[in-house]
């Protein structure tokens, strides 16, 4: 069984730019699907709502003492109180949603920060290595020149 290391930096930007392109490629069309299932299910849920207050209002003519009028308004009160909470419910989730995605954009941009990073970071290295060759080339060269003047 192989021993599975973390990816290095530069796999994961890679892996990270594909699927930002892939995810842009697709967004459309799963924003549209997920609104249309969103919005399915609020009118299924506005729907059952809709035949509850039906059937209240049905049983209404048939509540002829006090006690069953006041048992039949406390269900419509309920009934318009869950209302208000699904609407609540549904707003969260859409909150927590957009959260859930902010925290996977926030790790992808820190791994492309820490990407970047180490670039800048070869760089300076790779910067200091060609100026020091430069400095010894030179150096190098200074000493050839003298040499060549001291020997004639």
């Known amino acids: 069984c192989p021993i599975s ?5 530069q796999a994961a930007f890679a892996h990270l ?18 609104k249309r299932a969103r919005d399915a299910a609020e009118e299924n849920i506005q729907e059952e709502l809709g035949q509850c207050r039906a059937a209240l209002e049905r049983l209404r003519p048939s509540c002829t003492d006090v006690g069953c009028r006041e048992t039949l308004e406390q269900v419509q009160h309920s009934l318009a109180v869950l209302a208000a909470a ?21 790790r992808a941009a820190e791994v492309m920060v820490q990407h970047v990073e180490n670039l800048k970071r070869h760089h300076m290295r790779e910067h200091a290595e060609l100026e020091e060759m430069k400095r ?17």
């Not at 730019?17 to 967004?27: G, M, Q, S």
């Open 17 to 34: 730019a594909l699927a930002f392109r892939c995810d842009v490629f697709t967004l459309r069309q799963r924003v549209q699907v997920e």
């Open 136 to 152: 010894l080339i030179q150096q190098n060269s200074r000493n050839r020149q003298l040499a060549e003047t001291q020997g004639e």
């Open 86 to 106: 699904i609407e609540r419910a549904t707003s969260a989730a859409e909150k927590l949603g957009a959260v859930h995605q902010e925290a996977r954009m926030s």
């Open 5 to 9: 290391h973390p990816p290095t930096p």
